[in-house]
């Protein structure tokens, strides 16, 4: 039986767009790998659907970064899986990088309403 | 991103690969198992759910890839495994790697070789403190500018120091040592007391000269080299204090230098000065600093900081100008300042940088080869390049994963020609052990190290680039399609592995035509007549210093005596004495003033001055031309006569009888010299320089105390040396024979360089040769098999084989004679070059243009000739039915 959501267009996905909402999903608590695509899904409205090919090399990333640090736990159906959490270092990267995307997306909305 | 987590994730990643793929893993697999229980919550069927699952994941191997290429040092473990996968694709084809390895090492080697030099000769500075700064100062005289200097003008120069901060003398010395142990005669010399500190070397132990050494009535002290401590004292640390008999004078040791410090390799020895100036003799009796005649001091000098040599030159010729007017028979006298780095690498500079010319053209002609090599296998790999592209590696990694391949074998290849460069100089340098000033610092270091991987990388790149980007385009169906056995790569290819040959023929030829004019220049050389019978001549030195050959008389009585001995020595036929030997260069000059001619100093001409017994040129072999030589009755008593070669007889009198006129050296109130003979041209400085006037005066009027004697006898030196040595000790124990050696290794000594250079110079030669060789048949026996097809048409078209071996042999010689042809214009080119270093041949010489060209066509033909025939065995029904 096909899923009865509606496949919304795949926008293309800058990889600084997707730390960025890695990190935001995070902010609030850690997750394992498909609780942040989940999320992510979820709070874009179902507008980015990560696939694990973007996913994970992201993740790996970001942990490489210092960013994240990764320990295995159980999920909620006592299954094992890969938990993310938020470092210091990553919770100031979130406050940069949100900094920095509101003042480019300021920008570029001010520059499209231009004469 | 941030550095320090970088590195720390570099180095897990490193190091913890196993578990990290393990991790990945697991991590994939809770992942799927997450996505299928919520699709199965979602109300999918278990099965569906898992297959949904799976399209979603896309492919766990693929995300496991995406995720390893994002990792820090992921490139650095793909090179890792390229570097594996080169390995074992090198080891299964043992003889293409063996031969790229040794084309590779004899290229790199060779180049390694001459570097060593090149760094050592030229490239480093000297072992002295701020070498830079070290000046010399040739003497100059009128016609001659590398005099010596005198007492007087040492004094003059070290009295106005405006540029220099310090300026010494020296004196070379040969000194007995006798008392304790084995009597022994070494080079050394009397130096000032500032010598020391203007090298700016300290001393290895004990002290050196201070200026206290200097003083007028300073005793006699003694600096050892390393090596006369090592030889005589056995490195005994007691030595310092310890005192020496030089030359019956006793003198306190105060200290030993370092190893491989010293100006010139054979001074083991340094005596301080007398009178402040070194002496002239040890036991010269007269005050040495009023000496203006007597121009015996070698000078040095150190420059003060930030004054040029032009400035320095400036300052020392306006003194010399000063000091003429003060003496007016300073006839001219003057100082020329070199560099003295300059000075000892002479005229070495050219010539190593022609070898290095030559050994680089050698690399081109190896990596030319190797670059054919290359190509060929890369052809036969497209297949396996292509469908790895296919699935989807890039260009970048596949040309890669080429260039780690030849980089490996550049590296062995460099690897192995370091060896062979190390072991080959070794083993070169012992044979030709005068050749090169500085040839003890010849060693591997750092600088030629770098230099070799430098090469070695820059080659792999080179051979490796081309073929890689040929190999790995992206030409898919058409390679896909093409049967790999008679695929030759397209015209493209087959005109670069052509114009490669033909720049190896051209490259050959100049490194041919190069070593033939060297070896005709080198023939000439050895052929020109020096003057003298230089055959059956055995020669030693003799120093009649010390307190028993203090007057003139005891000097001139031993020699009458030790004369008549020698003479009645079995198998002696005659002999020479005199003050220096022919070829290895004049020790004295001096300018005459000529009767009747009044010459202001500075046109007055420098001749060489030599003096020796009567019987002299009989003994040599050179011929009288006029008049009479010197006997006995030419003493002290009667007037004072001389000797003129051809050459003074032609300068001075053109147009007249040279017997009877009279000149004079020395002062004016020097008596005249009559002339009495004529003799012709002995080559007294050198085979290659052109004849210079020389002035002869007998030991009986003018006693010298270094002696040399040359016995002319019909046995071989090593068997009369035994009866000589006992001749002499029989007149003075304490007297050892100095160099004994004979004439003709003497002769061999002032040749040792040039020897050298054209044996290295022909070795790169035939290397050339032999490479360039080898390629061209490679290239004609590939081409060969790669037309096996075309050539089974055409022996079944009606060709015979007649008709297939010229075809094959006019293609490849083909490219043989346009190789020659740009060779023959390029040798014309470099050996313009090449002019300073010949002798008697001119840069143009058809005779070695043609012979050598010849020689290349005939090996060239050679190489051809085989493949061509392997041609005409082709089997038309065989090569028409592989495909």
Redesign the interface.
Same mark, same amino acid.
Request: charged share 20%.
């Given at each position: 039986?096909k +899923?009865t959501h509606p496949q919304p267009k795949q926008t293309d996905l800058l990889q600084g767009t997707l730390h960025l909402l890695i990190l935001k999903t995070l902010s609030t608590g850690e997750l394992? &790998?498909?609780g942040v695509s989940?999320r992510i899904a979820q709070i874009t409205q179902g507008v980015f659907q990560v696939?694990? &090919? +973007?996913l994970?090399?992201?993740l790996? !990333?970001m942990?490489?970064? &210092?960013w994240l640090t990764s320990e295995w736990g159980a +999920?909620e159906?006592n !299954? !094992?899986?890969?938990y993310y959490k938020l470092t210091k270092?990553g919770q100031r990267q979130f406050k940069t990088e949100t900094e920095d995307w509101q003042r480019i997306a300021l920008a570029i909305t001010g520059a499209l309403q231009a004469t | 991103m941030p550095l320090l987590p970088r590195l720390a994730s570099l180095w897990r990643n490193l190091l913890r690969r196993p578990q990290q793929e393990q991790e990945l893993n697991e991590e994939l697999d809770a992942y799927l198992e997450l996505l299928t229980e919520q699709k199965r919550n979602a109300g999918l069927m278990p099965e569906a759910a898992r297959r949904a699952a799976l399209l979603e994941l896309g492919g766990k191997e693929q995300v496991k890839e995406q995720v390893r290429e994002t990792r820090i040092g992921y490139w650095l473990e793909t090179l890792w495994q390229d570097v594996r996968f080169a390995v074992r694709v090198l080891r299964k084809q043992p003889g293409f790697t063996l031969i790229a390895i040794l084309t590779l090492a004899l290229g790199i080697g060779t180049n390694t070789a001459i570097f060593s030099v090149v760094n050592a000769v030229l490239l480093r500075p000297l072992n002295f403190k701020e070498p830079e700064q070290l000046v010399w100062l040739w003497g100059t005289v009128p016609k001659f500018s590398q005099a010596n200097h005198s007492p007087v003008e040492f004094l003059a120069f070290q009295s106005q120091p405006q540029s220099f901060t310090e300026l010494a003398a020296y004196r070379p010395m040969s000194f007995t040592l006798t008392g304790d142990a084995q009597p022994e005669q070494v080079q050394g010399m009397i130096a000032s007391a500032n010598y020391f500190t203007l090298l700016g070397v300290p001393p290895w132990r004990g002290r050196s000269f201070q200026s206290a050494d200097g003083q007028p009535a300073a005793p006699r002290v003694a600096v050892l080299g390393y090596d006369l401590w090592q030889s005589r004292f056995g490195g005994d640390e007691r030595a310092v204090g310890r005192t020496l008999t030089i030359n019956d004078e006793a003198v306190a040791i105060i200290g030993v230098m370092p190893p491989q410090f010293s100006l010139n390799p054979v001074t083991k020895l340094w005596l301080n000065p007398r009178q402040g100036v070194p002496d002239f003799l040890m036991n010269f009796r007269g005050d040495v600093r009023t000496l203006r005649e007597q121009h015996y001091l070698r000078l040095l000098g150190r420059l003060k900081p930030g004054v040029s040599l032009i400035q320095a030159q400036d300052e020392l010729d306006a003194l010399a100008a000063r000091l003429e007017q003060q003496h007016t028979d300073q006839r001219g006298h003057g100082a020329r300042l070199v560099s003295l780095s300059e000075l000892f690498i002479g005229d070495l500079r050219q010539t190593l940088w022609l070898l290095f010319g030559a050994v680089i053209l050698v690399l081109l002609i190896a990596c030319g080869n190797v670059t054919n090599l290359s190509l060929a296998r890369a052809m036969a790999r497209t297949r396996e390049l292509t469908i790895r592209a296919a699935v989807g590696a890039s260009r970048f990694r596949l040309l890669r994963q080429l260039l780690v391949e030849s980089l490996l074998l550049a590296l062995a290849g460099g690897l192995v020609g370091w060896l062979l460069s190390v072991w080959g100089l070794n083993w070169l340098l012992a044979q030709y052990p005068d050749a090169i000033l500085r040839a003890p610092e010849i060693k591997p270091d750092v600088r030629v190290l770098l230099f070799t991987l430098a090469v070695a990388v820059g080659t792999g790149v080179l051979f490796g680039l081309l073929p890689g980007w040929l190999a790995t385009r992206r030409d898919l169906t058409g390679v896909l399609k093409e049967s790999p056995r008679h695929a030759t790569g397209g015209a493209a290819r087959t005109r670069l592995r052509q114009s490669l040959i033909v720049a190896e023929v051209a490259l050959a030829l100049v490194v041919l035509v190069s070593a033939g004019l060297l070896v005709r220049s080198f023939a000439r050389l050895t052929a020109v007549e020096p003057g003298f019978d230089a055959a059956n001549l055995t020669t030693f030195w003799l120093t009649l210093t010390g307190a028993r050959y203090g007057t003139e008389t005891a000097n001139v009585r031993f020699l009458k005596d030790l004369t008549a001995r020698l003479e009645a020595l079995p198998g002696v036929q005659a002999i020479a004495l005199s003050n220096d030997f022919p070829i290895q260069g004049t020790d004295t000059h001096d300018s005459l003033a000529i009767e009747g001619r009044n010459l202001a100093p500075a046109e007055r001409l420098n001749v060489g001055l030599h003096v020796i017994n009567p019987r002299y040129f009989a003994a040599m072999g050179t011929r009288l031309l006029q008049g009479r030589a010197f006997d006995e009755r030419d003493n002290t008593s009667a007037p004072p006569v001389v000797m003129v070669n051809e050459a003074m007889a032609q300068r001075l009198w053109p147009n007249e009888n040279p017997l009877g006129k009279r000149l004079r050296f020395g002062a004016p109130d020097q008596p005249w010299s009559e002339v009495v003979g004529v003799v012709a041209n002995l080559k007294h400085d050198g085979l290659q320089l052109a004849d210079s006037p020389h002035c002869y005066a007998p030991h009986l009027q003018q006693p010298w105390p270094f002696i040399t004697v040359a016995l002319r006898s019909s046995l071989e030196t090593s068997a009369l040396l035994a009866a000589v040595r006992q001749t002499v000790q029989q007149l003075d124990p304490k007297l050892p024979l100095i160099e004994p050696l004979p004439m003709t290794a003497r002769m061999e000594r002032t040749l040792a360089t040039r020897r050298l250079t054209l044996t290295l110079y022909s070795l790169f030669a035939v290397i050339a040769l032999l490479l360039a060789t080898i390629g061209l048949y490679g290239v004609m026996a590939y081409s060969v098999a790669q037309r096996t097809h075309e050539l089974g048409i055409r022996v079944a078209l009606g060709a015979t084989a007649r008709d297939v071996f010229r075809l094959i042999l006019r293609q490849g010689m083909t490219l043989v004679a346009l190789g020659i042809a740009v060779g023959i214009i390029s040798a014309r080119l470099v050996s313009g070059w090449l002019a300073a270093q010949l002798f008697g041949v001119t840069p143009a010489d058809p005779l070695t243009f043609a012979a050598l060209a010849a020689l290349l066509a005939l090996v060239a033909l050679v190489a051809c000739w085989i493949p061509a025939w392997r041609a005409t065995t082709v089997d038309p029904m065989i090569a028409l039915r592989c495909e």
């Amino acid at each position: 039986m096909k +899923s009865t959501h509606p496949q919304p267009k795949q926008t293309d996905l800058l990889q600084g767009t997707l730390h960025l909402l890695i990190l935001k999903t995070l902010s609030t608590g850690e997750l394992h &790998g498909l609780g942040v695509s989940n999320r992510i899904a979820q709070i874009t409205q179902g507008v980015f659907q990560v696939k694990p &090919g +973007s996913l994970f090399p992201a993740l790996h !990333r970001m942990e490489e970064a &210092g960013w994240l640090t990764s320990e295995w736990g159980a +999920s909620e159906n006592n !299954r !094992r899986a890969k938990y993310y959490k938020l470092t210091k270092a990553g919770q100031r990267q979130f406050k940069t990088e949100t900094e920095d995307w509101q003042r480019i997306a300021l920008a570029i909305t001010g520059a499209l309403q231009a004469t | 991103m941030p550095l320090l987590p970088r590195l720390a994730s570099l180095w897990r990643n490193l190091l913890r690969r196993p578990q990290q793929e393990q991790e990945l893993n697991e991590e994939l697999d809770a992942y799927l198992e997450l996505l299928t229980e919520q699709k199965r919550n979602a109300g999918l069927m278990p099965e569906a759910a898992r297959r949904a699952a799976l399209l979603e994941l896309g492919g766990k191997e693929q995300v496991k890839e995406q995720v390893r290429e994002t990792r820090i040092g992921y490139w650095l473990e793909t090179l890792w495994q390229d570097v594996r996968f080169a390995v074992r694709v090198l080891r299964k084809q043992p003889g293409f790697t063996l031969i790229a390895i040794l084309t590779l090492a004899l290229g790199i080697g060779t180049n390694t070789a001459i570097f060593s030099v090149v760094n050592a000769v030229l490239l480093r500075p000297l072992n002295f403190k701020e070498p830079e700064q070290l000046v010399w100062l040739w003497g100059t005289v009128p016609k001659f500018s590398q005099a010596n200097h005198s007492p007087v003008e040492f004094l003059a120069f070290q009295s106005q120091p405006q540029s220099f901060t310090e300026l010494a003398a020296y004196r070379p010395m040969s000194f007995t040592l006798t008392g304790d142990a084995q009597p022994e005669q070494v080079q050394g010399m009397i130096a000032s007391a500032n010598y020391f500190t203007l090298l700016g070397v300290p001393p290895w132990r004990g002290r050196s000269f201070q200026s206290a050494d200097g003083q007028p009535a300073a005793p006699r002290v003694a600096v050892l080299g390393y090596d006369l401590w090592q030889s005589r004292f056995g490195g005994d640390e007691r030595a310092v204090g310890r005192t020496l008999t030089i030359n019956d004078e006793a003198v306190a040791i105060i200290g030993v230098m370092p190893p491989q410090f010293s100006l010139n390799p054979v001074t083991k020895l340094w005596l301080n000065p007398r009178q402040g100036v070194p002496d002239f003799l040890m036991n010269f009796r007269g005050d040495v600093r009023t000496l203006r005649e007597q121009h015996y001091l070698r000078l040095l000098g150190r420059l003060k900081p930030g004054v040029s040599l032009i400035q320095a030159q400036d300052e020392l010729d306006a003194l010399a100008a000063r000091l003429e007017q003060q003496h007016t028979d300073q006839r001219g006298h003057g100082a020329r300042l070199v560099s003295l780095s300059e000075l000892f690498i002479g005229d070495l500079r050219q010539t190593l940088w022609l070898l290095f010319g030559a050994v680089i053209l050698v690399l081109l002609i190896a990596c030319g080869n190797v670059t054919n090599l290359s190509l060929a296998r890369a052809m036969a790999r497209t297949r396996e390049l292509t469908i790895r592209a296919a699935v989807g590696a890039s260009r970048f990694r596949l040309l890669r994963q080429l260039l780690v391949e030849s980089l490996l074998l550049a590296l062995a290849g460099g690897l192995v020609g370091w060896l062979l460069s190390v072991w080959g100089l070794n083993w070169l340098l012992a044979q030709y052990p005068d050749a090169i000033l500085r040839a003890p610092e010849i060693k591997p270091d750092v600088r030629v190290l770098l230099f070799t991987l430098a090469v070695a990388v820059g080659t792999g790149v080179l051979f490796g680039l081309l073929p890689g980007w040929l190999a790995t385009r992206r030409d898919l169906t058409g390679v896909l399609k093409e049967s790999p056995r008679h695929a030759t790569g397209g015209a493209a290819r087959t005109r670069l592995r052509q114009s490669l040959i033909v720049a190896e023929v051209a490259l050959a030829l100049v490194v041919l035509v190069s070593a033939g004019l060297l070896v005709r220049s080198f023939a000439r050389l050895t052929a020109v007549e020096p003057g003298f019978d230089a055959a059956n001549l055995t020669t030693f030195w003799l120093t009649l210093t010390g307190a028993r050959y203090g007057t003139e008389t005891a000097n001139v009585r031993f020699l009458k005596d030790l004369t008549a001995r020698l003479e009645a020595l079995p198998g002696v036929q005659a002999i020479a004495l005199s003050n220096d030997f022919p070829i290895q260069g004049t020790d004295t000059h001096d300018s005459l003033a000529i009767e009747g001619r009044n010459l202001a100093p500075a046109e007055r001409l420098n001749v060489g001055l030599h003096v020796i017994n009567p019987r002299y040129f009989a003994a040599m072999g050179t011929r009288l031309l006029q008049g009479r030589a010197f006997d006995e009755r030419d003493n002290t008593s009667a007037p004072p006569v001389v000797m003129v070669n051809e050459a003074m007889a032609q300068r001075l009198w053109p147009n007249e009888n040279p017997l009877g006129k009279r000149l004079r050296f020395g002062a004016p109130d020097q008596p005249w010299s009559e002339v009495v003979g004529v003799v012709a041209n002995l080559k007294h400085d050198g085979l290659q320089l052109a004849d210079s006037p020389h002035c002869y005066a007998p030991h009986l009027q003018q006693p010298w105390p270094f002696i040399t004697v040359a016995l002319r006898s019909s046995l071989e030196t090593s068997a009369l040396l035994a009866a000589v040595r006992q001749t002499v000790q029989q007149l003075d124990p304490k007297l050892p024979l100095i160099e004994p050696l004979p004439m003709t290794a003497r002769m061999e000594r002032t040749l040792a360089t040039r020897r050298l250079t054209l044996t290295l110079y022909s070795l790169f030669a035939v290397i050339a040769l032999l490479l360039a060789t080898i390629g061209l048949y490679g290239v004609m026996a590939y081409s060969v098999a790669q037309r096996t097809h075309e050539l089974g048409i055409r022996v079944a078209l009606g060709a015979t084989a007649r008709d297939v071996f010229r075809l094959i042999l006019r293609q490849g010689m083909t490219l043989v004679a346009l190789g020659i042809a740009v060779g023959i214009i390029s040798a014309r080119l470099v050996s313009g070059w090449l002019a300073a270093q010949l002798f008697g041949v001119t840069p143009a010489d058809p005779l070695t243009f043609a012979a050598l060209a010849a020689l290349l066509a005939l090996v060239a033909l050679v190489a051809c000739w085989i493949p061509a025939w392997r041609a005409t065995t082709v089997d038309p029904m065989i090569a028409l039915r592989c495909e």
